[in-house]
């Protein structure tokens, strides 16, 4: 199974702050990789697919980069609705996995 | 609109069975590449199983063997049966639609969930 690790797992930040998710597989999957927003006691919701399409609705301070093993959310100027936490999720493999999360706390 | 209900969750003993369901609204499960992930308290998201629209299906090797997706084409709902349960196997269930763009594959509409509880 293709793993999929995130960092930070955790960040304390500031309304109006840049955040930066990263997100490593453990082979290269090209550009299947996919970030997840949830809030608490709701289900996922996508945000970037492709690794940088931005899902339809989703606000345009969203964005996502990379390719292979090696890729990023960035979050240009945080909102108080983006405090949640965040997944990364890799759809090279009949068998998708997740990555263990990022939550994004108020500072 | 596009919505996914699942129900069948609840408290089971190690070692039983229970069957969860997902109905959605506004597509078809035969149509589309259906999947279960589930959530235990506290922890990340887990990908269990799907279900092609052509009819294969594919296991998280943490329930294979266990775990049988399947479907009803006529009721149009989506099924997992869990049986063998262990009490690592609690978590909130949610079905999840998978759509490709472009050959891009990525989950776009979720159910609220479904709670299930291993404990005896």
């Known amino acids: 199974d293709i793993q999929m690790t995130q960092s930070p797992s955790s960040l304390s930040v500031s309304v109006g702050d840049r955040v930066i998710i990263t997100c490593r597989a453990s082979?290269?999957?090209?550009?299947?990789l996919n970030w997840y927003q949830q809030k608490p006691g709701k289900a996922p919701k996508v945000l970037i697919y492709?690794?940088?399409t931005l899902q339809s609705g989703v606000p345009s301070r969203f964005s996502g980069s990379g390719s292979g093993t090696d890729f990023t959310l960035t979050i240009s100027s945080l909102q108080p609705e983006d405090f949640a936490t965040y997944y990364c999720q890799q759809s090279y493999s009949t068998l998708p996995t997740f990555g263990g999360g990022t939550k994004v706390e108020i500072k | 609109e596009v919505q996914l209900v699942e129900t069948g969750g609840g408290l089971i003993q190690p070692g039983g069975s229970l069957r969860l369901s997902c109905a959605p609204s506004?597509?078809?499960?035969?149509?589309?590449?259906m999947n279960w992930v589930r959530q235990a308290p506290g922890k990340g998201l887990e990908w269990v199983s799907g279900l092609y629209s052509g009819g294969r299906t594919y296991y998280a090797d943490s329930v294979k063997g266990r775990f049988t997706i399947s479907r009803d084409i006529s009721k149009n709902t989506l099924y997992l049966q869990l049986n063998s349960v262990r009490a690592e196997d609690t978590a909130v269930y949610y079905c999840a639609r998978g759509r490709d763009e472009a050959a891009y594959s990525f989950f776009d509409y979720w159910g609220q969930g479904t709670l299930v509880i291993v404990s005896s």
């Open positions: 492709a690794s940088s």
């Open positions: 506004g597509f078809t499960v035969s149509g589309n590449y």
């Open positions: 082979q290269s999957i090209s550009r299947y």
